[in-house]
């Protein structure tokens, strides 16, 4: 093996991502611009209030006009016409940044849908910057603000990483990774031909933690697949660096193997310099208001003499993102985490950390109300967020999800596995209620129930929103849907909206739950599962605006999945439509600035599926209560709501008394199977 030239050491350097973040950190070094902003501390009703209402884009997915871009696409006047009648105040993109790999000269794709960044530049599978330009200008015109994404914990393996393996510079410090002696190289298995890297099994982890190169296996396997990803370790092939010398590294990946991890706390500090020039250039250059930190959780990672390294709940992810969200508020924008940890974690975060917070607390707790009938877990796990401080305005209450619905339930499997928990009238250690809720949804989810979903390795499940509610009407056949049955869907579907809508916070759906997509069958996307990844099912292709009705796949080649709403467009020309339900629920939402309300009560009831959740209104406009049926049986039930001062009961969303507030505090609600209220008490004034 040859050493390097120094022309492609200098093209890699060039293409980088360090050198990219560098050049960008500049225009800001010294600058007043970077004193105009309060950034110390999280500013969620802030940043709720620029887009309560999020459009959350998945670009592979997006079907174009033939010969068009995927940015085209998003930002075509039809679609915007369409999302802006329908309430809509944000477009999350999804990643577009250039993904995969570099192998010599040439870029190798994506291997995690864009999530394996590699180039602050636009990729040009999705479009041109000039079209990115475009789409935050027509956001801009329909009043809306765009949405972009920042991976602080890993990139793919581009010219970084490259670099990194010829011991380049400072870019070995980029990564968690450890250059082995050659006299050591017989702990390391063989790399398989065609491979540039292979997965270590736990006994080779243990041997280099025993050596004292690593800090060993982590407290768990994101991923987990035999064969595939069995650790978070990976070995390279021998590289020969810029100096001549061979080496083999050890390098730790979080996620897939081509998603090294970055190491935010070597003295070169490169890592933070990468990642907050990726947020400035989304600020500066694509005009992003608001930026997700992707997976923010995993930045620490620390050696302990006993047991599994620590690697989750680290102090040194607090600390990086209060850094790169400070950074973020100074340069004029807003970040928001999607963090799948415990709910200690989400709250210490939050603090000079991202602005909002993915809700992954009560996300899977509704899924379980609405497959089981049975509100008593949601209930639980909205109580727990007030319980840890978290304010449920910033929290972002969404649909489906690129990723799948996680039932990890992590909250109860690391700190509170021992806490006790009261649960359909016995005390339960965290562990165990766990298990039963993740036994309860994998049968009703899965398998025999519902074979089209299927199981996403040990996170969860892989699924669109109308296959969760399919599987909960036990539809086991998604060819035999009658028109009757896609009413009844639209109709649980229209629920979910409600728990996610009429609660502060933002509220997010994405394509999927507009057309009210089914999964693609497995075999149409066989090609994209072999490591083991079945999301690929519920990310079937759609097209909001009829740009190209004929089409049978997206432009990356994703198959269209079978929409049981039609398209946008088609809808909002449709009474009574999904979309025209949910066009008229978000203009009450708006109407009633139900978004920037305080939770104060979410009360005892005696029906196992009913759930109340009741808001304090902004601007003297009184108490807003919500009454959701998840169950399949009627509902009248006579509510104690103490502290609200008596009145007047109005249903905003259909413009009805629906009854009063008695002086006692009670209020009689009556509900029909799978139907949501969203009432106003008239009185101005909360009792005291």
């Known amino acids: 093996m040859s050493t390097p030239d120094d022309a492609y050491l200098q093209w890699l350097e060039s293409q980088s ?15 007043a611009r970077l004193w105009q902003r309060p950034y110390a501390q999280a500013r969620p009703r802030d940043a709720s209030a620029i887009a309560s209402v999020w459009f959350t884009a998945y670009p592979a997915s997006i079907v174009t006009r033939e010969g068009g871009s995927v940015l085209q696409a998003m930002g075509d006047e039809g679609l915007w016409h369409a999302l802006s009648e329908l309430g809509v105040q944000g477009i999350h993109n ?13 870029f190798t794709p ?34 809306a603000v765009v949405i972009d994404d920042i991976i602080p914990a890993h990139t793919g393996k581009g010219p970084d990483f490259r670099l990194a ?7 070995p410090g980029l990564y968690h990774m ?3 002696r050659e006299e050591d190289w017989e702990l390391l298995p063989e790399v398989p031909p065609g491979r540039d890297s292979v997965n ?25 697949e035999p064969g595939v990803k069995e650790t978070d370790w990976s070995a390279t092939a021998p590289v020969t660096g810029a100096d001549g010398k061979v080496r083999r590294w050890v390098y730790l990946h979080y ?15 490169a890592a933070q310099q990468l990642i907050i020039g990726d947020a400035l250039h989304a600020i500066d250059v694509t005009g992003a208001r608001v930026l997700r930190l992707d997976a923010n959780g995993f930045l620490g990672v620390e050696r302990r003499a006993e047991g599994t390294a620590w690697s989750e709940g680290h102090p040194l992810s607090v600390t990086g993102n209060q850094l790169l969200a400070g950074a973020i508020r100074k340069a004029g924008g807003f970040s928001f985490q999607e963090l799948n940890l415990t709910i200690d974690d989400i709250a210490a975060m939050s603090h000079g950390g991202a602005d909002l917070s993915y809700d992954f607390i009560t996300r899977p707790a509704y899924h379980h109300a609405l497959l089981t009938g049975d509100t008593e877990f949601l209930r639980l796990m909205m109580r727990e967020v007030h319980a840890f401080g978290i304010d449920p305005a910033s929290l972002i209450h969404a649909l489906q999800n690129h990723d799948e619905l996680t039932l990890e339930l992590v909250h109860f499997w690391t700190l509170h596995a021992y806490d006790q928990y009261h649960y359909h009238g016995q005390t339960l250690p965290g562990s165990i209620l766990r298990e039963h809720i993740r036994e309860e949804m994998y049968e009703r989810l899965t398998g025999e129930h519902a074979p089209y979903n299927l199981k996403f390795v040990t996170n969860g499940v892989a699924c669109t929103t109308a296959s969760v509610i399919t599987a909960a009407l036990g539809i086991r056949d998604l060819d035999a849907i009658t028109p009757a049955d896609i009413e009844q869907i639209q109709r649980l579907h229209i629920l979910l909206v409600m728990f996610n809508a009429m609660q502060p916070g933002v509220f997010a759906l994405s394509g999927w739950d507009m057309v009210g997509a089914l999964p693609l069958a497995p075999e149409q996307v066989e090609h994209l599962m ?82 109340v959740m009741v808001h304090e209104l902004p601007a003297d406009k009184g108490v807003q209560i919500t009454a959701l049926n998840f169950g399949a049986e009627p509902i009248s039930e006579t509510l104690c709501l103490p502290g609200i001062a008596p009145g007047p009961v109005v249903d905003i969303i259909n413009e009805r008394v629906e009854g009063d507030l008695t002086e006692d505090c009670q209020l009689t609600v009556n509900l029909d199977p799978y139907e949501g209220l969203a009432l106003r008490v008239v009185s101005t004034a909360l009792a005291m």
């Open 17 to 31: 991502m360090l050198t990219a973040a560098r050049e960008r950190a500049r225009l800001y070094a010294g600058q």
């Open 94 to 106: 999804g990643p577009t940044k250039r993904s995969g790999g570099l192998r010599g000269h040439d």
């Open 110 to 143: 994506t291997i995690d849908g864009n999530f394996d960044r590699i180039s602050f530049g636009i990729d040009p599978a999705l479009g041109t910057e000039e079209e990115m330009l475009q789409l935050s200008r027509m956001a801009a015109a329909h009043n």
């Open 165 to 171: 393996e010829m011991a380049y510079g400072d870019y």
């Open 178 to 180: 450890v250059e082995i």
């Open 200 to 224: 270590l099994l736990p006994p080779d982890v243990d041997r280099l933690k025993d050596k004292h190169y690593i800090v060993g296996q982590l407290q768990r396997v994101i991923f987990f």
């Open 255 to 269: 996620f897939k193997e081509g998603q090294p991890s970055l190491n935010w706390l070597d003295p070169t500090f």
């Open 530 to 611: 072999g490591d083991g990844d079945t999301r690929w099912i519920h990310r079937g292709a759609y097209d909001l605006a009829d740009l190209d009705p004929d089409a049978d796949t997206s432009a990356e080649g994703l198959p269209r999945a079978r929409s049981l709403y039609g398209s946008l467009a088609s809808q909002l020309q449709s009474p009574g439509s999904f979309a025209c339900q949910l066009k008229r629920i978000l203009s009450v939402r708006r109407a009633y600035d139900i978004a920037a309300s305080r939770q104060i009560l979410i009360p005892d009831v005696q029906t196992r599926g009913l759930l």
